[in-house]
T-cell receptor, first 110, second 112 residues
Framework: QQPVQSPQAVILREGEDAVINCSSS?????VHWYRQKHGEAPVFLMI?????EQKGHDKISASFNEKKQQSSLYLTASQLSYSGTYFC???????????FGTGTRLTVIP | GAGVSQSPRYKVTKRGQDVALRCDPI?????LYWYRQALGQGPEFLTY????????KSGLPNDRFSAERPEGSISTLTIQRTEQRDSAMYRC??????????FGSGTQLSVL
C-alpha cells in the first residue's frame, strides 16, 4: 500500500526546476505532499483530491492523475529553503488512513 | 493546544520493559494517527482513530503493540516487552477528517 516515489534524491542549483513523482497501485481518493527538514517533523504542503486537479503554492505546484494513480510535485526556480525530504501520502478510496512513500531527498546548492 | 504534543521527547529503555508513548492532538481534531519513522525513511503507518474508535490497526507490527484513545482526545501507544528492533522515532499526527495532517515532534525510542 506504500506509494512509490522517484527520484530517491536530486541535487539542484538555486533557480533550477525539479519534478518529484508518486505512484500507487491502489485507487486513490487523495494525495498529500509534505516536506521534512532534518530533525524536524513533516510539514504539510498541499492536498489534491480525486478529480485530476492541480494546485499551486507560490512556486510549488502539483498534479494528480486519478486514472493512473499518479501525482507529481513541481518545484520551479528552486530556493535554498526548498532543501529537505519530500514525501507523498496517499489515501485510498473508502479509507481515511494515509500511507507515505519512501521520500525524495532534495538538496539545493548556491 | 496550539500543536500536537508528544511525550516523552526521548525514551531510553531496557529490552523487555514496557513503554507508553503519549500523544495530545490539536483540540477538535477528530482523526489521530500513529506512525513509526526510521532514519532516512518515510513515516510507516501503524494505526489511526476517528474519535475514540480505532479504525485501522493493520500497521501494528505484532501483538506487542497496542494503542488507545479512550475519550477521543489523548492517545497512548504501548509497546510491551520491548526489543531492540523497536528503536525508532514514533510520530503522532492529528487532523480533521480527510484534511491535512499536523505532526508532533515525535518520541525517539531507544531500546538497549
Amino acid at each position: 500500500q506504500q506509494p512509490v516515489q522517484s527520484p530517491q534524491a536530486v541535487i539542484l542549483r538555486e533557480g533550477e526546476d525539479a519534478v518529484i513523482n508518486c505512484s500507487s497501485s491502489k485507487a486513490l481518493y487523495s494525495v498529500h505532499w509534505y516536506r521534512q527538514k532534518h530533525g524536524e517533523a513533516p510539514v504539510f504542503l498541499m492536498i489534491l483530491l480525486k478529480g485530476g486537479e492541480q494546485k499551486g503554492h507560490d512556486k510549488i505546484s502539483a498534479s494528480f492523475n486519478e486514472k493512473k494513480q499518479q501525482s507529481s510535485l513541481y518545484l520551479t526556480a528552486s530556493q535554498l529553503s526548498y532543501s529537505g525530504t519530500y514525501f507523498c501520502g496517499t489515501a485510498q478510496t473508502g479509507a481515511n488512513n494515509l500511507f507515505f512513500g519512501t521520500g525524495t531527498r532534495l538538496t539545493v546548492i548556491p | 493546544g496550539a500543536g500536537v504534543s508528544q511525550s516523552p521527547r526521548y525514551k531510553v529503555t531496557k529490552r523487555g520493559q514496557d513503554v507508553a508513548l503519549r500523544c495530545d492532538p490539536i483540540s477538535g481534531h477528530v482523526s489521530l494517527y500513529w506512525y513509526r519513522q526510521a532514519l532516512g525513511q518515510g513515516p510507516e503507518f501503524l494505526t489511526y482513530f476517528n474519535y475514540e474508535a480505532q479504525q485501522d490497526k493493520s500497521g501494528l507490527p505484532n501483538d506487542r503493540f497496542s494503542a488507545e484513545r479512550p475519550e477521543g482526545s489523548i492517545s497512548t501507544l504501548t509497546i510491551q516487552r520491548t526489543e531492540q528492533r523497536d528503536s525508532a522515532m514514533y510520530r503522532c499526527a492529528s487532523s480533521l477528517p480527510r484534511e491535512k495532517l499536523f505532526f508532533g515532534s515525535g518520541t525517539q525510542l531507544s531500546v538497549l
